[in-house]
């Protein structure tokens, strides 16, 4: 029931610390420390994004004229195609359009227009005006209105350039989009496929909703095209794949991307983490078909996907946002047998509802249980373990200090398990599918380790992945926070790669776990441990993969405590400097999976003030607004 006299309360509270702030750190500290408490997330969201592109997101007199002098020393300058099919917009959004490609700072591009037989009789004298008013701009005028896919078609059929970079009638990108591009291209020729961040434009007429996007990530790819806008192509690979196919209509850029990923090398894609691209969201947009008839493509898509690729895979909506895909990665028959080591100490009542959810609420065949007991001295506890009679549990003891690292290495050398489960003792299992799902992913042979959703006990997340760079060294992001209400196009609803997923619930092969050396019980005996673990994992080439479908509770740590006393808060210190040393600041930073338009400080994914993006005229010398490849360099220990 709603409390209008503690709703008062809490009001007044925020606004007398929001004055206090404000007195102390400004109107921009004010809004970053406290926009995420107004009511409305969305009315948060936009002053937040409002503030932030009035200060990071906007090119000074100067900016423009270093712009220019860069351009002119660049050795490669790229034909560029803008390819714009057009049926029947806002004659004023069409304006704007087409304004956004001549007000670019970079000259050599051409747009290619494909009137697909506008009824508006507007449009043709728009279109033949700006035809006149600027020699780049080509037009045809297709007879009979064929859809998106045959409009893009045509529109590439009178495409010179170089790159082909694709645009909706009624949108717009920043002025200093196709510079961006040319810059990309000249700091990596071989470069097939570049594509940016996006934000949209409301009927206000104001940006807002961004999307900033990951470095090149497969996984989150199949299960949903954050590549879309901006996206520019090399147009001899679009002219090999014969452009858009006829029938995937409202997802035909998607289909297009599949067919081309199966033959560039994934270094071949790149990412400019800048807002070039502004979607402009209203029901008469060209591309914006019914949400279940661009979801049917998307899915027929990604399905031939895998059939040309000789994959059997199964292909759904996602459960959690059925607006995405889910992939269904296939359990070899027989399944291997799974190893899940749990280490522990008294708290019976945890790991008695862990071990009855491995064995009695988990529907994987093939399982085995290594408890390994650390000290336990609570009698109700001995009693438990001395009972436990199914012949897939082993109890083993180790009666050393707690070190987690040697614990797990301890069990993992006694592992009969062709894959191995590492669980803290105070996880609870929610569905019976969650280790199959883990499973399938980990015994992709790209794939090293595997981690899942967790949650508190209330419902909010306690892991979705973890990023390195929060706090110094890695963080989980959004924790604590409520899964509806993570922003950032719903990346938490879809599997996708991480830098590195936490151990309270991982899952990889034993072969993986060896190769790397398992888990460093010298230098990291409690924290970040699964951090570096992920990392060598990660530097021995293989991918770690977060999935939603594979959902836990987790009470974090309940049996061991808060580490708030002194010995252990200077241990933390120590394992936080082996952690830096080891890794670098620099390169924990960057995270190839988190947007340096985001921030470090806290695990909320609030916007960065200021962004970590080096913005190329200002270092022209650097190739700085790329991040690296984002695989670590295997460290010296």
């Known amino acids: ?57 906007r090119l000074s007199t100067q900016d423009r004229k270093d712009i220019r002098a860069h351009i002119d020393t660049l050795g490669h300058r790229p034909l560029i195609s803008v390819v714009m099919p057009v049926y029947n917009p806002p004659p004023q959004f069409l304006r704007r359009a087409i304004d956004s490609v001549i007000n670019q700072l970079y000259p050599n591009w051409e747009l290619c227009i494909a009137d697909d037989a506008s009824p508006d009789r507007q449009i043709p004298k728009i279109l033949a005006e700006y035809v006149v008013k600027d020699p780049r701009i080509r037009l045809v005028r297709r007879e009979a209105n064929g859809r998106i896919a045959a409009a893009t078609n045509t529109a590439l059929s009178i495409a010179q350039g170089d790159f082909v970079a694709f645009m909706d009638h009624d ?22 496929l570049i594509y940016s961040d996006e934000d949209k434009i409301d009927e206000q007429g104001r940006f807002c909703n961004p999307f900033f996007k990951p470095e090149w990530n497969v996984d989150q790819f199949y299960s949903q095209n954050f590549l879309n806008h901006l996206c520019v192509i090399r147009k001899q690979l679009v002219d090999e794949a014969r452009g858009c196919r006829l029938g995937f209509e409202g997802s035909q850029d998607y289909d297009l991307i599949l067919r081309l990923i199966e033959r560039i090398p994934s270094d ?4 400019i983490p800048l ?45 959690s946002a059925k607006h995405h895909l889910r992939v269904h990665y296939p359990l070899p028959d027989p399944p291997p047998k799974v190893t899940a080591i749990i280490p522990t100490r008294d708290h019976c009542e945890l790991l008695r509802q862990c071990i009855d959810g491995l064995l009695r609420a988990t529907d994987y065949p093939d399982l085995e ?37 040697a614990i797990n290495n301890f069990a993992a050398a006694q592992a009969t398990g062709a894959v191995i489960a590492l669980l803290n003792n105070d996880i609870k299992m929610i569905h019976a599918d969650w280790l199959g799902e883990m499973v399938a992913h980990a015994l992709r042979p790209e794939v090293g380790a595997v981690g899942a959703m967790l949650y508190y006990p209330d419902g909010s997340i306690q892991h979705a992945g973890v ?66 673990l992920c990392l060598r994992i990660r530097a021995k080439g293989y991918r770690i993969i977060w999935t939603p479908n594979a959902e836990l509770y987790h009470l974090e740590s309940a049996s061991r405590g808060q580490d708030v006393i002194p010995e252990k808060i200077e241990r933390f210190r120590r394992e936080y400097g082996v952690m830096r040393e080891r890794w670098g600041p620099r390169g924990l930073a960057a995270d190839p999976y988190y947007s340096p338009n985001l921030s470090l400080d806290g695990c909320s994914g609030d916007l960065a003030f200021p962004p970590r993006v080096v913005l190329p005229w200002r270092h022209p010398g650097d190739a700085g607004h790329r991040r690296g490849d984002g695989i670590p360099v295997e460290p010296v220990t």
């Open 1 to 57: 029931m709603f409390d209008l006299g503690r709703a008062l309360a809490r009001m007044s509270h925020l606004g007398k610390r929001g004055f206090y702030y404000f007195r102390a750190y400004g109107a921009l500290a004010t809004i970053r420390k406290f926009g995420h408490l107004i009511g409305s997330r969305h009315v948060a969201d936009l002053l937040g994004y409002g503030v932030w592109t009035r200060f990071y997101g």
């Open 171 to 192: 949108d717009e990108i920043s002025e200093l989009a196709l510079y961006m591009v040319a810059v990309e291209i000249n700091q990596y020729p071989e470069a097939d």
């Open 268 to 271: 071949h894609i790149r990412h």
């Open 275 to 319: 807002v070039l691209y502004h979607w402009r969201w209203v029901p008469s947009s060209f591309s914006k078909l019914s949400l279940e008839v661009a979801i049917d493509a998307a899915q027929r898509a990604l399905a031939e996907h895998f059939e040309r690729r000789g994959q059997k895979i199964a292909i759904s909506a996602q459960p």
């Open 369 to 405: 249980v290594i408890i390994v007991d650390n000290g336990s001295t609570d009698a109700v506890t001995l009693d438990y373990l001395a009972g436990l009679t199914d012949g897939r549990i082993k109890v083993l003891r180790y009666d050393r200090p707690f070190n987690y690292s």
């Open 467 to 532: 990023v390195t760079g929060l706090g110094g060294v890695a963080g989980h992001i959004h924790q604590a926070q409520s899964r509806i209400d993570v922003g950032n196009y719903d990346f938490v609803n879809v599997v996708r790669e991480v830098s590195c997923v936490t151990a309270a619930c991982m899952v990889l092969r034993r072969d993986v776990f060896e190769e790397v050396g398992g888990l460093d019980a010298d230098g990291l005996p409690v924290a970040f441990n699964d951090v570096d």
